[in-house]
């Protein structure tokens, strides 16, 4: 058996896996780098980047235990959470579309902790799509795994993800502090809610296309 191998396979694996599903634009990578631009100090977005982590660190657990298999058994909950999850994008869209870079960077109104894990909880968790694809990607993947290679391949897509976020929140930093005026932060506050509003329709979509 050829276990130092089938351990770098694994990890490897496990890299390109994590990178190819968090490095697509998406709500939860925007409402990160959003939070990192805008907050005064790295610190102050740490609350949305360790939650975001935290939660991707849960979802790839169960993946690969197959607790998250419960949400492709019983087709009503996937709708649950579809509904839930459009009525927070459409929340947090709004939240986005209204806020004021410019305000924000004068005044020091920005996202509370309390809103930053809100948010980031509910984009994270209640993404159906995520949630599909850890399941199908990761959770499928590890199946080729065990042992300690599996765990191997556990915990470097979870690693992957942590740095992710980490970097996110710290380019969106250098990039708030490139925006001396807030007309960067306040397009990106409207591009973020055009994408949080993109993915609330296809999930609604998809949604239709449960019931119907």
């Known amino acids: ?14 890299i390109i896996l994590a990178f190819g599903l968090i490095v697509p634009l998406g709500v939860q990578n925007v409402f990160v780098f959003n ?42 909950l996937e709708n649950v959470i579809f509904s839930i999850g459009i009525v927070f994008l459409l929340y947090i869209g709004f939240v986005l579309w209204k806020s004021d870079a410019m305000s924000t960077k004068v005044d020091g109104v920005r996202f509370s902790t309390k809103k930053q894990i809100l948010f980031a909880t509910s984009v994270s968790l209640l993404n159906p799509h995520a949630i599909l694809d850890t399941i199908g990607v990761i959770g499928s993947s590890s199946l080729n795994y065990s042992g300690d290679v599996r765990i191997a391949f556990t915990l470097t897509t ?36 055009w994408v949080v509003w993109g993915v609330a329709v296809y999930m609604a979509m998809r949604l239709a296309g449960n019931i119907g």
């Open 1 to 14: 058996m050829n276990w130092g191998g089938n351990m770098t396979e694994a990890i490897v694996h496990g």
């Open 35 to 76: 939070q990192g631009a805008l907050q005064p100090t790295f610190a102050r977005a740490l609350p949305v980047v360790v939650t975001a982590a935290i939660c991707d660190t849960l979802l790839i657990i169960a993946a690969i235990s197959g607790v998250s298999l419960l949400v492709l058994t019983f087709a009503w």
């Open 158 to 193: 979870i690693v992957v993800s942590w740095l992710w976020f980490i970097g996110l929140a710290t380019a969106g930093r250098y990039f708030g502090k490139l925006d001396s005026t807030g007309k960067l932060l306040t397009l990106l506050n409207k591009v973020s809610a």
